[in-house]
């Protein structure tokens, strides 16, 4: 069974940091590209970074230099590494992969606020 499922989200203050991570299980991880996507109450769902089977990795650039996306091949797992939070980073936090069709984690709630 083809499987993503988040973790690492959670209530934050402004500034602070959170470091998301994404667990795969049920296809060949290291051959998929893996991104994170985000989505606030009330907007659509915003591409926030994505990272090659390769490891090469392209942030958007509402999270250009301060997102860092990351993957370990061997542990099936992808990370996002958000550093200096602001309450407009508030969302739920999706893992994809681009299996055919996509896959899609359930998502982890992530809170700036204080």
């Known amino acids: 069974q083809v499987q993503l499922v988040e973790s690492g989200g959670g209530l934050v203050q402004p500034g602070g940091s959170l470091r998301l991570s994404c667990a795969a299980s049920?296809?060949?991880?290291?051959?998929?590209?893996m991104s994170w996507y985000r989505q606030a109450p009330g907007k659509q769902r915003e591409f926030i970074a994505t990272?090659?089977?390769?490891?090469?990795?392209t942030v958007a650039e509402s999270a250009k230099g301060r997102f860092t996306i990351s993957r370990d091949n061997a542990k099936k797992m992808v990370y996002l590494q958000m550093n200096s939070l602001t309450p407009e980073d508030t969302a739920v936090y999706y893992c994809?992969?681009?299996?055919?069709?996509?896959?899609w984690g359930p998502g982890t709630q992530v809170t700036v606020s204080s």
């Open positions: 994809n992969a681009r299996t055919y069709p996509e896959t």
């Open positions: 049920g296809f060949l991880f290291s051959v998929y590209t």
């Open positions: 990272i090659t089977h390769a490891s090469t990795g």
